[in-house]
């Protein structure tokens, strides 16, 4: 096997690697996500019942917007992990799809010049 072969055969285990690695990403911050939303959905309910007892309970109000301002916090650091999550995944699919043209140009070359060796015309 000439080295061609083996360069093309390594782009393609690599596309292969970058791409279970970019859907590993993409399940991780699909996980990101949820967990944001459920921040979100907790910090909504805080405050709607810090919203009812606004003018009864007012020591109650404050605990109950600062625990919100807390799941807010949460929610900031969340948005820039699954940002980066997001962009990491799709930068490994490019990687991936990078490889795997280059494996198939390297093979398709390969495949082109045996063919013109054949013919007799190179």
Same mark, same amino acid.
């Given at each position: 096997? +000439?080295?061609?072969?083996?360069?093309?055969?390594? #782009?393609?285990?690599?596309?292969? !690697? #970058?791409?279970? #690695? *970019?859907?590993?990403? /993409? !399940?991780?911050?699909?996980? $990101?996500?949820? %967990?944001?939303?459920?921040h979100?959905?907790?910090?909504?309910? #805080?405050?709607? +019942?810090?919203?009812?007892v606004? @003018?009864?309970?007012?020591?109650?109000?404050? @605990?109950? $917007?600062? @625990?919100?301002?807390?799941?807010t916090? /949460?929610? @900031?650091?969340?948005?820039? +992990?699954?940002? *980066?999550q997001? *962009?990491g995944?799709? !930068? /490994?699919?490019?990687?991936?799809?990078?490889? !795997?043209?280059? *494996?198939?140009?390297?093979?398709?070359? %390969?495949?082109g010049?045996?063919?013109?060796?054949?013919a007799? $015309? %190179?």
């Amino acid at each position: 096997m +000439e080295w061609k072969s083996w360069f093309g055969a390594g #782009l393609l285990v690599v596309a292969l !690697l #970058l791409a279970g #690695l *970019s859907g590993f990403v /993409f !399940l991780r911050a699909s996980a $990101t996500q949820e %967990r944001i939303d459920g921040h979100l959905q907790k910090a909504a309910g #805080l405050l709607s +019942e810090a919203g009812a007892v606004k @003018e009864t309970d007012p020591g109650r109000y404050d @605990e109950l $917007t600062r @625990e919100a301002d807390q799941y807010t916090g /949460f929610v @900031e650091g969340g948005l820039d +992990e699954y940002d *980066s999550q997001y *962009s990491g995944a799709w !930068l /490994f699919a490019a990687g991936a799809a990078g490889c !795997l043209a280059g *494996s198939f140009m390297v093979f398709f070359l %390969r495949g082109g010049r045996r063919a013109a060796r054949a013919a007799g $015309t %190179r």
